[in-house]
């Protein structure tokens, strides 16, 4: 089992930058990716970004390449997304979950890809 704890949302400015934190705990040595997925009221969950554990590979939604980047500390068992030029659209809750090892067909973008989830944090621009 693995907890994962979301911090860092918050509410600003169109073209402002913020960076979320995803904490994580427990079974940290069998994780084997995790990503980023967001969801607006009203919306589906849809993906945002994904990094491979071990090998620190990076998958990204079209919506965010190039303004967003992820990627994680290791050591402190704790994943990153660097959020910039933020737009009303990005405004959503965004959740971390996990992928343990052992599961075969990987698919990166898509919900049941992965076994665990935080709570979330809300981000929020206006303009």
């Known amino acids: 089992q693995v907890q994962l704890v979301e911090s860092g949302g918050g509410l600003v400015k169109t073209g402002s930058s913020l960076t979320l934190s995803c904490q994580a705990s427990?079974?940290?040595?069998?994780?084997?990716?995790l990503a980023w997925f967001r969801q607006a009221p009203g919306k589906e969950r849809d993906f945002v970004a994904a990094i491979r554990w071990g090998n620190g590979f990076t998958d990204y939604a079209d919506s965010v390449n190039y303004r967003f980047t992820i990627f994680r500390d290791n050591a402190k068992n704790t994943a990153y997304l660097d959020m910039n030029n933020l737009a009303p659209e990005d405004t959503a809750r965004y959740f971390c979950?996990?992928?343990?090892?052992?599961?075969?067909?990987?698919?990166?973008?898509?919900?049941?890809?992965?076994?665990?989830w935080g709570q979330g944090t809300q981000v929020t621009a206006s303009s």
């Open positions: 979950a996990v992928r343990m090892s052992g599961r075969p067909r990987y698919v990166f973008n898509r919900n049941d890809q992965y076994d665990y």
């Open positions: 427990g079974r940290t040595s069998d994780i084997y990716a």
